[in-house]
């Protein structure tokens, strides 16, 4: 049921890896896919654990639940719990708080100095409104947008794999504030043709199958509406470039900072966020089954 796929290195060599899930009785491979990912930024940790998560709910749910089983029967589903291994690594081993991937220094001259910092934020190197909007040209910022589109390892990874295998559905899982962004995130009021018709409806359905769980709430928007433009991301890649009919980006719990959590979600919580996405994650390859 489970094959693993090497999609590419990490700047320091860390290998890319997919999962393919599928189900015993396809075993040809399915018509449709789903593409999910986690750990594009290094410090949000709820992120590769959900992914995590979604894998084990599906591989002990064929044989457990038949919903779960017809799903798996019609969807391959290709998931990537962690994009940016390097930055992952160098938040739990050096820097909690590290965001970006840890491409080599680079350097950036300012009136009085010049400072060299490492690291690119691999959700502003895509190649949607690339360098445009929320995203930095300064090495040192958090949000440095890399020296061109797809200048680095991982996102040249997902993008070949992704052109190659162009899913139904794109999941990008981040943290935090419980939000269900839709694109297109460059721009305020900047909206796909079927916003209204297609991503907004299945994304209200989505998060109401999460709420019936354990009551968590979700805004459901685009992100340049509910938070702030920001050019390059990849779920408006997905969508914009790559025509995935359903591409969204996840931001998981917590709501806020409050308790001192932000990105460091409490342990206990784990284990329900990865329950409450996997409801919400049903409901998008539903749709899928029911559509394609
Ligand atoms: O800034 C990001 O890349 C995402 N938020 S995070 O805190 N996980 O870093 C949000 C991107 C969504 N798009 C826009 N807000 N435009
Ligand atoms: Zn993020």
Known sequence: MITLIDIGQSHENRTLLVMKITGKRNPLGSKISMWIDGGIHAREWISPA???????????????????????DHIDFYILPVMNPDGYEYSREKNRMWRKNRSPAKCHRSTFSTVCCAGVDLNRNFDWFWASTGSSSDPCHDTYHGSSAFSEPESQAVRDFLEQNTPEAFISLHSY???????????????PQ???????????????????????KYQVGTGADLMYEASGGSH??????LKVPYAYLIELRPKN????????????????????????????????????
Do not use: C
């Open 177 to 191: 504030s419980q939000m269900w962004l839709i694109p297109y995130g460059h721009r305020k009021q900047s909206y």
């Open 236 to 241: 408006d890649w997905a969508k914009g470039q």
């Open 194 to 216: 079927d916003y209204h018709t297609g991503l907004r409806p299945l994304a209200l359905r989505a998060t109401k199958a999460l709420y019936e769980l354990y009551g968590t």
């Open 50 to 72: 959900t992914a995590m998560y979604i894998a084990h709910e599906l591989i002990l749910g064929y044989d457990n639940d038949a919903t779960v089983a017809k799903l798996m």
């Open 257 to 292: 900072t409050m308790m001192g959590h932000g990105f460091l979600l409490p342990e206990r919580e784990i284990v329900p966020t990865g329950l409450e996405t996997f409801e919400s994650i049903k409901v998008v390859a539903d749709e899928l089954v029911a559509q394609f």
